[in-house]
Nanobody
Framework: QVQLVESGGGLVQPGGSLRLSCAASETRFSMYLVGWYRKAPGKLRELVAIVTNGVGTTSYGDSVKGRFTISRGGAKNTVYLQMNDLKPEDTAVYYC?????????WGQGAQVTVSS
């Protein structure tokens, strides 16, 4: 069982930045495909960004392209989501997800609120 712990959420003004972290209990985390998803009240869960295992190819949802960056940490058991130029519509609970073969794991979520 892999434990995922998100951190770094909070309240930020429009145009501000936050960096979310997803720390895994799995030392072989680099073998996992890792994604960030978000869920806002009254909306469907949305894929924000993913990073593959191996070479670490990244992909982003259309609403965050050019503003958000997903990356793996140097320790290899952490994945980050750098969020810049935040907008009120980015307000949501952000979840880290990790997949390896048929296994999938979710973190508990981190609240991000963008408001003036």
């Amino acid at each position: 069982q892999v434990q995922l712990v998100e951190s770094g959420g909070g309240l930020v003004q429009p145009g501000g930045s936050l960096r979310l972290s997803c720390a895994a209990s799995e030392t072989r985390f680099s073998m996992y495909l890792v994604g960030w998803y978000r869920k806002a009240p009254g909306k469907l869960r949305e894929l924000v960004a993913i990073v593959t295992n191996g070479v670490g190819t990244t992909s982003y949802g259309d609403s965050v392209k050019g503003r958000f960056t997903i990356s793996r940490g140097g320790a290899k058991n952490t994945v980050y989501l750098q969020m810049n130029d935040l907008k009120p519509e980015d307000t949501a609970v952000y979840y880290c997800n990790a997949n390896l073969d048929s296994l999938t794991y979710w973190g508990q979520g981190a609240q991000v609120t963008v408001s003036s």
